[in-house]
Nanobody, 115 residues
Framework: QVQLVESGGGLVQAGGSLTLSCAASGSIFRINYMGWYRQGPGSQRDLVATITSDGTTNYSDSVKGRFTISRVNAKNTVYLQMNRLKPEDTAVYYC?????????WGQGTQVTVSS
């Protein structure tokens, strides 16, 4: 089992920045990749960014150039630095981990961007 705990969400004005953190605990050995997804009101859960165990990253087109995903293996933590935030970035952000084909989700953290 892998437990994921997100933190760092909040309310920010458009153009501002936030950093989300996702700390993994439990059976963390061989976590293949971790990532961030988001779900806005009335929307499906969509990919934001992912990072593999060797540091390869992937971003959705909507956040490329504004968001940066990073991973500190020694802390078993993944970060999402979000810059130049827009109202349309408002959503619940979820951390996801894939370990040997099994998917784990965190509880989510709310990000609200005011215009």
């Amino acid at each position: 089992q892998v437990q994921l705990v997100e933190s760092g969400g909040g309310l920010v004005q458009a153009g501002g920045s936030l950093t989300l953190s996702c700390a993994a605990s439990g059976s963390i050995f061989r976590i293949n990749y971790m990532g961030w997804y988001r779900q806005g009101p009335g929307s499906q859960r969509d990919l934001v960014a992912t990072i593999t165990s060797d540091g390869t990253t992937n971003y959705s087109d909507s956040v490329k150039g504004r968001f940066t995903i990073s991973r500190v293996n020694a802390k078993n933590t993944v970060y999402l630095q979000m810059n130049r935030l827009k109202p349309e970035d408002t959503a619940v952000y979820y951390c996801k981990a894939n370990r040997r084909g099994v998917v784990y989700w965190g509880q989510g953290t709310q990000v609200t961007v005011s215009s």
